[in-house]
């Protein structure tokens, strides 16, 4: 908690209070889930560290990734929910062992009334959240699955700085909404052009990076 003020000293000094007043402090393991699709949200997250994979997924259990979040981030899709008080339409997980603070969602609309610079960060975050699913949609839509895993990996490297993914193919091919058989075959084929290093439920793939 030491680091907070200076993470987000572009807040209020007041609201900073407030919200080490509210929040609770939590650490999340890897892969275990801040928030699950379906449920009604209690609170919403900011990050002081860690990644966040925020992603739905289909009757098939297929994933579509929308985007990650990291340190100074909060869910756009969360703050969506709590403002109009219905239940989650993502899921978020996450990657890596992640340390946030819980907000309930009563401080919401308190705070985008009284405080100018909370009320930016909340329109910035939903601004930021458009782009990058625009940007999602265009991958989906527009490129091929060998250049989609590409970026993937690529966009894991540019929110959290690492450049290694420990996980299964069946983990990845869920994210991609492919199968298993499909993405080992790329995989391999990647680490044939020198991009990736390939081992068991790790990939190194700094040779993209």
Known sequence: ????????NFLEAELQEEILKVAVHKTFARKEALIRE??????????????IRVSRTN?????LLLYYL????????????????QTSDVNAVAEEE??????????????ISKYPLWKQFVMQTFQQRFRGL??????????????????YFIDRYKKSGVTTFSGTHQELALQLNSSREVISRLL?????????????????FSGLV
């Not at 981030?73 to 929910?81: G, K, P, Q, W």
């Open 38 to 51: 379906g449920q009604f949200i209690g609170s919403f997250p900011l990050v002081l560290r860690g990644l």
């Open 59 to 63: 009757t098939d259990g297929n994933e």
């Open 134 to 151: 625009i940007d999602t949609l265009d991958g989906v839509a527009f490129m091929k699955l060998d250049e989609r895993l590409e970026k």
């Open 70 to 85: 990291h340190q100074n981030e909060v869910c756009a899709m969360s703050l969506t929910c709590c403002m109009t008080r």
């Open 1 to 8: 908690m030491k680091d907070f003020h200076k993470q987000y």
């Open 98 to 111: 992640t340390e946030v603070l819980l907000i309930p969602v009563d401080m919401l609309d308190a705070w």
């Open 188 to 204: 391999k084929k990647m680490e044939k052009a020198g991009k990736i290093e390939l081992s068991r439920n790790f990939i190194d």
